[in-house]
């Protein structure tokens, strides 16, 4: 399966492999540099990460929601009041609204699919905050160490200690931000801290390595270090932290469209599942939970796809899985074994 | 160790002072007043708009600097006074009192239960590993864990009770039921705090039971696991002490702070339930820009969160000896 791959993808990019080897940073041009980063950040747990089944399950479903958000926009009208026959039911006329209508006449599955777009800046917005911004603390907490390190952990144990959920209701209601963008960063306003406070112990470990060590002996500035030696060594743990951060922004961002704390202007499933949701106990009958359906499979299957990145990455990251890219062992259920012989004792 | 301890306990009421003060100065900025939305409110109840005046005009009072109205809130906070709440017309701290049971109860009952579930089920598939069922139950925990606790819940209230009428959908009892030691008192309020729990319990199960699978995958390939077999030890004393001790404890930070996130999280919850916590208060006195009632939930959630992660901090080196609380690293 992996050697397939590697193959197919192997006449594209075989010089890369060879400037790969190259490593060391002393005389590469930038186009050079980029290349290595390419390789080693997107080539190669691409590839592994295709051949775990949960990693490519949630790559599609995120591709199929991008599709949504760009091409599916362009292509399926937007919703507006009255535009088709009020109330109908899912499938009754399929080529109208496949999905039905709501009690005003829109479409629903307009409406769900023109959410999806402020969604994913939304996400990317507060995934990309609140990993950057734990990643700049977290790494300048652990390696700088005494008075930094003791200012900026009683910064992030503060910011932990505010309730997120209520703060970013207050931030939300004083700011009424309309910009998906601006949403996602306000959600994971305090996000960051639990992650810059693990993030923190890991380099704690980091930095008493002797690679470090030497780095700093030879006077080589912490802002170097930092991002040469400790960033890459934390990059898998942020990843996977992303994913986590990603469906963390969803949660909260749908919650609070459902609460109307956000401002209602827009399209959202949380404002779907609201409306629907008072209808549902005003008429109190199943007539309308197709419209509460269709925002759910929205919401649900995001943040499937999120979870399963995430605990797909996990393994993608491991050491062992990756040491099958280079081909030099054959050993690749070795870990599986491993864990296995001992359960057949425990029985 | 001492100096440690109170460092630590130093901090933690230093962040509960911080917090504080900082959601005081954060929640005069949210615009328009308790006036305005009491204003609002007899607008929309049809009121005669020259009563409405007369209504507003008694509840003016002389605009005091922000920073008086800070001072006397703190002095008063010292003596057990939150204030009143201008909403509810009621002292806060009454409403407090009266609801912060009831979320305690839903939300530490269910992070009890979720941990329980997740451990007993985690050591299994980690038991299993490989079979069919760990993969019926790991697909079953992921699936679950993508659905948002409210969104379950709006589908529980739906169903189960608008449907089928099998649960309460809203309130904490029943209208009749007298709070009391009784059976038909305690049951009712099980009945009712039953969906709550249940909607929280099976949407945060499963990626708790994923890590205790991994946690435990890893135990069990270590050498000292292998060193109790082969002195004959059994398989339940491995299983127990040796296998789910060390899995359980990389968790148990996890479970304190887990425990004040599903509190605040209860301004949802208790929304699609009605049902009247400290979260459906905290919706209550936003909404209706009640300062007092909301800087009093504010201040219940906050010392929720810093007094579980202070004794989380503080209890994880008796669990776990190895840990040396509060070592300072060199500076570079």
């Known amino acids: 399966m992996v050697k397939v791959k590697h193959t197919e993808s192997d006449s594209t990019t ?39 089944r949960r990693t490519r399950i949630g790559s599609i479903i995120l591709f199929a929601y991008v599709l949504i958000g760009t091409v599916g926009v362009w292509l399926y009208e937007a919703p507006a009041t009255n535009q088709d026959p009020r109330s109908l039911q899912p499938f009754e006329q399929f080529f109208v609204a496949p999905l039905g209508t709501t009690g005003s006449g829109e479409d629903v599955l307009a409406m769900a699919i023109h959410a999806t777009p402020a969604m994913l800046i939304m996400v990317l917005a507060g995934g990309v905050f609140a990993t950057g911004f734990a990643v700049l603390i977290g790494t300048v907490a652990g390696y700088k160490g005494g008075a930094t390190d003791r200012l900026l952990t009683t910064f992030s144990d503060i910011a932990m200690s505010i309730p997120g959920l209520p703060l970013i209701m207050v931030v939300a209601i004083i700011l009424s931000p309309e910009n998906p963008a601006v949403i996602g960063v306000i959600i994971t306003i305090n996000y960051w801290a639990g992650l810059a406070r693990s993030i923190r112990s890991q380099v704690l470990a980091i930095r008493e390595h002797s690679y470090v060590e030497a780095s700093r002996t030879m006077g080589t ?26 469906r ?100 | 160790m001492n ?59 002389d605009p005091t600097p922000v920073y008086v109205e800070y001072y006397e809130y703190v002095t008063s906070l010292l003596s057990g006074n939150m204030g009143q709440s201008f909403y509810y017309q009621e002292p806060v701290s009454a409403l407090i009192v009266d609801a912060l049971p009831w979320t305690v109860f839903v939300m530490v009952t269910a992070t009890i239960l979720l941990f329980v579930i997740a451990i007993l089920l985690g050591a299994l598939m980690a038991y299993h590993e490989g079979t069919a069922f760990d993969t019926v139950a790991s697909s079953a925990s992921i699936l679950l864990s993508s659905i948002p606790f409210y969104v379950l819940a709006i589908g529980f209230v739906v169903v189960l009770s608008y449907q089928f009428g099998l649960f309460p959908a809203r309130y904490r009892v029943g209208p009749g039921v007298e709070p009391g030691f009784t059976v038909q008192f305690l049951s009712n309020a099980i009945y009712h705090a039953a969906l709550p729990i249940a909607s929280v319990v099976l949407t945060q199960a499963g990626l708790q039971a994923l890590a205790m699978r991994g946690n435990s995958i890893q135990v069990l390939g270590e050498d000292f696991v292998r060193v109790a077999r082969l002195r004959g030890l059994s398989d339940r004393r491995i299983a127990v002490r040796y296998v789910g001790r060390n899995a359980i404890l990389p968790m148990y930070t996890g479970f304190l702070t887990l425990i004040g996130f599903n509190i605040g999280g209860s301004v949802i919850l208790e929304q699609v339930f009605t049902y009247p916590g400290i979260g459906y208060y905290m919706y209550q006195a936003l909404i209706n820009r009640d300062y007092a009632l909301m800087m009093g939930v504010f201040l219940i959630i906050t010392t929720t969160l810093v007094v579980s992660v202070y004794i989380a901090d503080l209890t994880y080196g008796l669990i776990d000896p190895r840990v040396q609380s509060g070592g300072q690293s060199e500076a570079y």
């Open chain 1, 248 to 347: 963390y922004v969803i949660f909260a961002a749908v919650g609070l469209y459902y609460l109307g704390v956000l401002p209602t202007s827009v399209s959202n499933w949380g404002i779907q599942l609201n409306n629907a949701y008072k209808q549902a106990g005003a008429l109190s009958g199943g007539g309308t939970f197709y419209q509460l359906l269709v925002p759910m499979a929205f919401i649900m299957f995001i943040a499937l796809a999120f979870i399963l990145l995430a605990q797909g990455m996990d393994r993608v990251f491991n050491p062992r899985v990756r040491t099958r890219m280079a081909g030099e062992s054959k050993s690749e259920s070795d870990d599986d074994t491993d864990t296995a012989a001992p359960t057949e004792v425990m029985n």
């Open chain 1, 221 to 246: 500035g912490t802002t170097r270090i930092i991002v040469k030696d400790i960033i890459p060594n934390i990059m898998p743990y942020v990843l996977v932290n992303f994913a986590n951060a990603a």
């Open chain 2, 3 to 61: 100096s440690y301890f109170v460092k630590r306990t130093g901090r933690a009421i230093l962040t509960i002072w911080l917090v504080m003060t900082l959601t005081f100065g954060m929640i005069r900025l949210i615009p328009g007043g308790p006036i305005e939305m009491l204003r609002a409110r007899l607008i929309r109840q049809g009121v005669d708009p020259s009563r409405i005046d007369a209504i507003v005009q008694t509840y003016k009072q």
């Open chain 1, 14 to 52: 075989s010089n890369e492999f060879e400037f790969g080897t190259t490593g060391s940073d002393v005389e590469v041009t930038t186009s050079e540099r980029l290349r290595d980063i390419y390789e080693e950040f997107v080539y190669k747990p691409g590839l592994v990460a295709w051949d775990d």
